[in-house]
């Protein structure tokens, strides 16, 4: 973090960062999950820190990730073939590529998009 500090006692350095107006602890989190557009990333049992300086929080994750996509659900399909008429097929295909908006999915379909 700072030069020099390589295998500084850890109190010490807490010490220095208070003084320098930087918090740090540890947080209890027994998952992270970080949702994007096609995938979701969770960390189960994870090793969290947060960090605040000069207000502003940053935080450090660390542990054993894995990827979820976002798939699309049989509700949603059975959504999109009933408000616009079409196969299953064809509802899924637009639900995807429409990342899963159902309404954005019905609209191009009836051709209102």
């Not at 096609?38 to 929080?57: D, L, R």
């Amino acid at each position: 973090m700072f030069p020099g500090m390589k295998g500084m006692d850890p109190k010490k350095m807490q010490g220095m960062m208070k003084q320098l107006g930087i918090k740090s602890e540890e947080i209890d989190a027994e998952r992270v999950v970080i949702e994007g557009k096609t995938k979701t990333i969770v960390i189960e049992n994870p090793s969290v820190t947060a960090i605040n300086m000069q207000g502003k929080k940053t935080y450090t994750v660390m542990g054993e990730e894995r990827e979820e996509s976002k798939g699309i659900s049989k509700e949603d399909i059975e959504m999109v073939v009933t408000q616009a008429d079409v196969s299953p097929e064809k509802a899924e295909a637009a639900l995807k590529k429409n990342d899963g908006d159902i309404a954005e999915a019905i609209l191009e379909l009836k051709g209102e998009n």
